[in-house]
């Protein structure tokens, strides 16, 4: 929603709601897929079946693997439960800290986010687009990574500093990123991105699947029946926030 919100329509009484729930199993699916991918070493095996090679490695084992989740919305909450299950240790990022939690072993606040990358095996990016969260991850967070460290972006571009992620993924100071949006898109020809080795590009399509699009009319059908009778709306976005605030 962050496109929207320009100041004369935040301070409007103009109500904004989203399509919250539609796209989050699909996108935990995407961050799993991706994570299995890098441990796996799934595009190694592309690459050599493409060029007729009997490319035989060791691969990784994921259990007990710790996964940072930077944003605890309802998306961010479905990827921990889902990694969860997979057996990886699954921390989150949020407003605030918080030592309980039913989806995430751990909550840190996001004012200490360079402290707690400092052990996970993977980073996956989520928070919505704000003033607050626009640039959140630059040079002093990927250094904090570990080297074997992979990111995962399915947030937003602007969330990252793209020249600070290729310096981070070419100086080998983080092993890799899975990447579905970027700063500019659709991700122009030249950008370093195709051509990283550790590097999966994918075209801001991990929420997408089959049936999406009558999901998502549903929602809005539902909310506009609630609107003609009066009816509180779901989905009510805090637009001082930029996101529902629950």
């Known amino acids: ?15 904004l709601t989203n399509v919250r729930g539609v796209f989050d199993r699909a996108m935990a699916e995407y961050t799993l ?3 299995l991918a890098f441990a796996k070493r799934l595009p190694e095996t592309f690459t050599a079946q493409t060029e007729h090679r009997w490319s035989y490695r060791l691969t990784e084992q994921t259990l007990g693997q710790k996964v940072l989740v930077v ?10 439960r889902l990694l969860k299950q997979a057996g990886f240790k699954v921390s989150g990022v949020g407003r605030s800290a918080r030592d309980s939690d039913p989806d995430f072993e751990k909550v840190y606040a996001v004012d200490t986010l360079v402290q707690s990358l400092e052990t996970a095996d993977y980073v996956v990016l989520i928070p919505p687009l704000t003033d ?15 080297s074997t460290a992979r990111f995962i972006n399915l947030g937003r571009g602007e969330l ?31 950008s370093p991105f195709w051509a990283l080795e550790n590097v999966i590009v994918s075209p801001h399509m991990s929420g997408d699947y ?37």
């Open 160 to 190: 990252v500093d793209e020249e600070a992620l290729i310096a981070a993924l070419t100086s080998g100071a983080i092993a890799g990123a899975g990447l579905d949006v970027f700063l500019n898109e659709p991700l122009p020809e030249n």
């Open 71 to 80: 944003g605890v919305g309802s998306i961010g909450r479905t990827i921990g």
């Open 1 to 15: 929603v962050d496109a929207v919100l320009f100041p004369e329509f935040v301070a409007s009484d103009v109500q």
């Open 33 to 35: 897929g991706l994570i």
């Open 132 to 146: 607050q969260t626009r640039g959140l991850f630059g040079a002093s967070e990927f250094s904090a990574m570990k």
């Open 210 to 246: 089959h049936g999406f699009k009558e999901t998502v009319a549903e929602v809005f059908l539902d909310n506009f029946e609630r609107f003609r009778q009066g009816r509180e709306l779901v989905n009510r976005v805090d637009k001082t926030l930029g996101f529902v605030n629950t």
